[in-house]
């Protein structure tokens, strides 16, 4: 089965919640059954939680949805979630912590650009996806040969974790130079 999480607490300021429902509605139309979208997160905002719900209904995924409805320390998570793929939102090449988080704990990350205007400025590797029709296409490809797909993403994870997260040198010398004397 193909695990999909979000983490992302039910609230206002956020708004990738459908997306995901949009999400297991195409995987369902591929005739891909073996899949589940898990929201990891406090509900904030009812009427969010509710809308997200409903329109799982209404497109027929209402059993692919789940919400853990409470928020988790990603390194708490169970097994099963965690051996899953974590997708993250982007802002073109900006990520957010969880997505720095979810890389720095090994998980399976998969990108997907929020904003169309910046498509063009991405990371070069196949887990980040330029828009979310890329993103459905690349699960597709993990319902296809996970294994071989989970190899690239793992090196991708690695070569995008070693572009903005400082090495024990580097942060070595940055502690010195913001303490300078000791």
């Not at 073996?34 to 929201?39: A, E, L, P, R, S």
């Not at 071989?148 to 010195?176: C, G, H």
Request: glycine share 4%; charged share 20%.
């Amino acid at each position: 089965m193909i695990r999909i999480n979000l983490v992302a607490r039910i609230a206002g300021d956020k708004n990738s919640f459908l997306d995901l429902v949009y999400v297991a509605h195409k995987l369902k139309q591929s005739n891909i059954e073996d899949f589940m979208i898990t929201f990891i997160g406090v509900i904030d905002n009812v009427s969010i939680y509710q809308n997200i719900t409903r329109m799982a209904e209404l497109l027929g995924v209402a059993n692919k949805i789940d919400f853990t409805r409470k928020s988790i320390p990603m390194a708490n998570l169970p097994d099963d979630i965690k051996n899953g793929y974590f997708f993250n939102f982007t802002v073109g090449s900006f990520m957010g912590y969880s997505s720095v988080d979810s890389i720095n704990l090994g998980f399976k990350t998969i990108f997907c650009n929020a904003d169309n205007r910046l498509k063009n400025e991405l990371y070069p590797y196949c887990n980040v996806c330029p828009d979310l029709n890329s993103a459905i296409n690349f699960i597709t490809l993990i319902h296809e040969d996970a294994a071989a797909v989970d190899k690239q993403i793992v090196v991708n994870n690695q070569l995008m974790k070693a572009s903005f997260l400082l090495n024990t040198y580097e942060a070595s010398l940055l502690r010195s130079l913001m303490k300078p004397g000791e």
